[in-house]
């Protein structure tokens, strides 16, 4: 059988892993120049590997620490304790484990070690948590550190799906740098699969006959099946046309998703702007959220990426590039107290607009519970995967996208009765 994999992200790669394992004719087909997608490590920034895109793994007990330990991967641990630095909303500076421990309001809005009622239907997770009691204080603190890592607005997101997301218990705790870089993971992953990069792929014909997919320089591709792992942003952008139309179903899946919008920030210093220990700081101002991919490896200088999601990232966006960039950096100059300080050279990586992923990941929409898995549903011979369609306490990550590659790998072998 000849199978069509649209996307060389992680969730195209890992499915056409796994149907190349299995024996079959699997060819990739990529927009960009690159693999990865939204995993982008760059290693022309710095003497070590800086990521654009994902930089963590997301829990001790996630699938890629099978890759991890299969390829001999080094990890570095970020312990959120006392190497992470959190100005509260009343001005002072504590470590977060100072934080957690003086302020107990804080530390439920970093551990959420209570019991949760149930979310009403189409409550969004802002609604949600004034109707459990959260003050306004703890929901700016929602605001600047779950709720940006959630990756959108808390306002525009359902309250059901961020519980489930927050209390995730199945793919344990802690996040974790790879210092390699994520670059091992999906080169390894791509190893001896035929790739077409540079294809931009314009229309997918689909129907009892198999798929074709057309691309823009022109040429053709078919295949008895296809596996879609195009971003949602491209999938609601109409970028991408689907012959005939896709069905009713599927549309009302991708209407009841949204695409976040979450960008990263990257300073390069020639000299350590903070103590060596220090990992990250949660400012009040807006970048909120800074981590120095630099901390733990002996390296000169310091690199410091802020990572910025929802309104926060569409605020500074209306800036443009440079204010954008500027507006990051003063910010942190007075976060530090440190008007003098000067990065060398500094980056901005636009996701949302960039034209192959038009934002950052997805969020459910409030009163969309189950979107994720509609549009995960097969329609023969179309199979789908990609971080959207993840299990809602996967999606948006890393592990989330592979295990939809797996899973589109799985039906279309299943569908093909082998
Ligand atoms: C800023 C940022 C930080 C993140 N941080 C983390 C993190 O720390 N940890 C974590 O686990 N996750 C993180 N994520 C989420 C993670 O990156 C994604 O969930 C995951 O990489 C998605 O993989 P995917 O294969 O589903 O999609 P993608 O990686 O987007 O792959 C889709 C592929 O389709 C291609 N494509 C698009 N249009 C076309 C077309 N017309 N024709 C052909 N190909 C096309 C794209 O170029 C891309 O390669 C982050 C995401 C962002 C944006």
Excluded at 222 to 243: H, I, K, N, R, Y
Excluded at 259 to 279: L, N, R
């Amino acid at each position: 059988m000849t199978i069509l994999v649209i996307g060389a992200g992680v969730a195209g790669l890992s499915a056409a892993h796994d149907l190349a394992q299995a024996g079959e004719a699997v060819t990739v087909l990529e927009a960009r120049d690159r693999l990865g997608g939204r995993v982008y490590t760059r290693h022309d920034v710095a003497s070590f590997p800086i990521e654009f895109g994902a930089e963590l793994i997301h829990g001790d007990r996630v699938v890629t620490w099978d890759w991890v330990r299969r390829l001999g991967l080094h990890i570095l641990n970020w312990p959120k304790q006392d190497e992470s630095l959190v100005r509260m909303e009343d001005g002072r500076w504590l470590t977060m484990r100072q934080a957690c421990d003086q302020d107990p309001d804080f530390a439920l809005t970093r551990t959420w070690a209570r019991d949760f009622p149930t979310p009403q239907d189409g409550e969004s997770f802002a609604a949600y948590l004034e109707r459990v009691g959260f003050s306004a204080e703890q929901i700016r603190y929602v605001r600047r550190s779950f709720g940006n890592a959630l990756g959108e607005d808390i306002d525009l997101v359902d309250a059901r799906a961020a519980l489930d997301e927050i209390q995730d218990k199945e793919s344990g705790k802690g996040d974790f740098r790879l210092v390699e870089g994520y670059s091992a993971f999906y080169n390894a992953l791509a190893e001896g699969l035929d790739i077409r990069l540079n294809c931009v792929v314009q229309r997918i014909t689909w129907g009892a006959a198999g798929v074709e997919v057309l691309c823009a320089d022109g040429q053709r591709h078919q295949g008895q099946a296809a596996v879609v792992t195009l971003p949602l942003g491209v999938l609601q952008s109409g970028a991408v046309c689907f012959e005939p139309e896709l069905p009713v179903d599927k549309q009302a899946a991708l209407a009841g998703l949204r695409m976040g919008a979450s960008i990263k920030m990257i300073y390069v210093f020639e000299q350590p702007i903070t103590e060596p220990h220090i990992m990250a700081i949660y400012s009040r101002l807006n970048p909120p959220t800074w981590w120095s991919p630099s901390a733990g490896r002996d390296v000169p200088g310091q690199v410091w990426t802020a990572f910025i999601s929802g309104n926060w990232a569409r605020q500074l966006l209306a800036l443009g590039e440079e204010g954008a960039l500027q507006a990051g950096l003063d910010a942190l100059r007075q976060e530090l107290g440190r008007p003098d300080l000067q990065p060398v050279a500094r980056y901005l990586q636009n996701w949302p607009q960039d034209p192959f992923t038009l934002g950052g990941y997805s969020v459910v929409k409030a009163g969309h519970y189950g979107a994720r898995e509609k549009l995960a549903a097969p329609t023969p011979p179309l199979f789908w995967a990609g971080e959207a369609s993840a299990r809602t306490h996967q999606a948006a990550t890393v592990h989330g996208a592979y295990l939809t590659g797996r899973r589109a790998a799985a039906e279309i072998l299943a569908w093909s009765g082998r």
